[in-house]
């Protein structure tokens, strides 16, 4: 029980120092980033590019879907441009979890207490935010490090280790394991980092981590829906139509894992970089290769959910 509550309070941890950084960067750049996103639609590929660099400010791709699909249901932009804004945000999360795959352990105290410093110095200044910004960074860190260490005990529980042997050979069972973690804890990002410690700690197979993954970026997907679920329906047609490529991308990649374990495994130096780096692999190619399918899916959203 006390290792579940070290787990739920991490997790806790992990989207409260989202929601530090968010508010953050929305307060220091918030006029900006709206400006970065209106001056990018003139074509698919500069649309997804801010995407990329919008999810690296605030952290989360879930985010970037909020904020894109508010812009719709005001109007600002159009459902197509959105799309492919979302097709950098998935590249966007992905990037973040190679960069914090690598051991960062020393930066998340360094940025907590200079956070603390501007935020408490200086809290009405840009200082003062960028602080606050600090400090929600640190914090994603630390939770980060503590949903590894309290999910190590919890693995060793004969269910668990009987749950996860069971996922061998069921790419469908993983996927629907990877989504329902992702969707619980409110962060793909998060899940994606701990398939990557349980296989770095061969506590799964690797075929059944990267199996796992697929499931956590399709969770993300389902999570936007779910969060917009009472939204307009503008709003809707955003995290719905995002729903269709993660869907698309997921059922288009997962009968080629065993080509990623055949070829690119042997290049990894180990089980982390190689979950990490698939992830990142996923969203390119999917990212890259549907980009051109904005309008046909964004078509398909409006005749679903018209207005």
Not at 32 to 61: C, H, P
Not at 267 to 282: E, G, K, P, R, W
Request: aromatic share 6%; hydrophobic share 60%.
């Amino acid at each position: 029980m006390k290792h579940l509550l070290n787990l739920v309070s991490a997790v806790a941890l992990l989207v409260w120092g989202t929601h530090l950084v968010r508010t953050g960067v929305l307060r220091v750049f918030g006029a900006n980033l709206r400006q970065i996103i209106a001056r990018s639609m003139g074509n698919r590929f500069s649309a997804a590019l801010s995407g990329i660099g919008v999810t690296a400010l605030v952290q989360s791709s879930t985010a970037t879907s909020l904020m894109t699909s508010s812009f719709v249901g005001q109007g600002l932009i159009t459902l197509p441009a959105a799309l492919a804004v979302m097709r950098g945000a998935d590249i966007g999360t992905a990037l973040m979890a190679v960069l914090f795959s690598v051991d960062l352990s020393w930066l998340s105290p360094l940025m907590i207490f200079v956070g603390v410093v501007l935020f408490l110095s200086r809290e009405s200044t840009t200082a003062g935010r960028v602080g606050r910004v600090l400090i929600g960074l640190g914090l994603m860190l630390l939770a980060l490090q503590m949903v590894v260490a309290a999910t190590e005990p919890l693995l060793a529980a004969p269910a668990i280790q009987a749950l996860l042997g069971s996922l061998s050979s069921d790419i469908l069972l993983e996927i629907t394991l990877g989504a329902v973690l992702s969707i619980l804890a409110y962060s793909s990002l998060a899940i994606v980092l701990l398939i990557a410690a349980m296989a770095s700690s061969s506590v799964v197979p690797l075929d059944v981590a990267l199996g796992l993954v697929l499931g956590a970026n399709l969770g993300s997907g389902l999570l936007a829906v779910i969060t917009t679920a009472k939204s307009a329906v503008e709003v809707r047609q955003v995290t719905v139509g995002n729903l269709i490529f993660k869907v698309m991308g997921v059922a288009l990649v997962a009968p080629f894992i065993g080509l990623w374990l055949q070829y690119a495994r042997p290049m990894m130096s180990d089980a982390t970089q190689s979950v990490v780096l698939f992830h990142l692999a996923f969203n390119v190619v999917i990212s890259v290769g549907f980009i051109g399918l904005t309008h046909w899916v964004a078509h398909w959203v409006t005749k679903l959910l018209p207005k």
